[in-house]
Nanobody, 120 residues
């Protein structure tokens, strides 16, 4: 499984941004895909996940409201839309994948991450 995150960059506070994660290597119908982020000097934290088959989503409670996770099965791509960006959203955003049989919070595969920097 290969995961390629993209879409990060330098943005202004209040802007919105859509990150993409291109997945390849196998069919993902039995996978859950997730987004994580790691701010400078902090531990990596869970943002959101989506079940590839059916599209059921789950969000970190503390981040509820400004993040929308989605996927395009035809393109094998997952997205994370972030609205009203804040400086505290700065960090490296990672996409990850796990089999539905892998017990959370463990993920089996990780992408390389994409940097998001929000200036005030």
């Amino acid at each position: 499984v290969q995961l390629q995150a993209s879409g990060g960059g330098l943005v202004q506070a209040g802007d919105s941004l859509t990150l993409s994660c291109a997945a390849s290597g196998r069919a993902f119908s039995n996978y859950i895909m997730g987004w994580f982020r790691q701010a400078p000097g902090k531990e990596r934290e869970f943002v959101a996940s989506i079940r590839w088959s059916g599209g059921m989503t789950y969000y970190a409670h503390s981040l509820w409201g400004r993040f929308i996770i989605s996927r395009d099965s035809a393109k094998n791509t997952m997205y994370l839309y972030v609205d009203s960006l804040k400086p505290e959203d700065t960090g490296v955003y990672y996409c990850a994948a796990r089999l539905t049989t892998t017990e959370a919070p463990k993920y089996d595969y990780w992408g390389q991450g994409t940097q998001v920097t929000v200036s005030s």
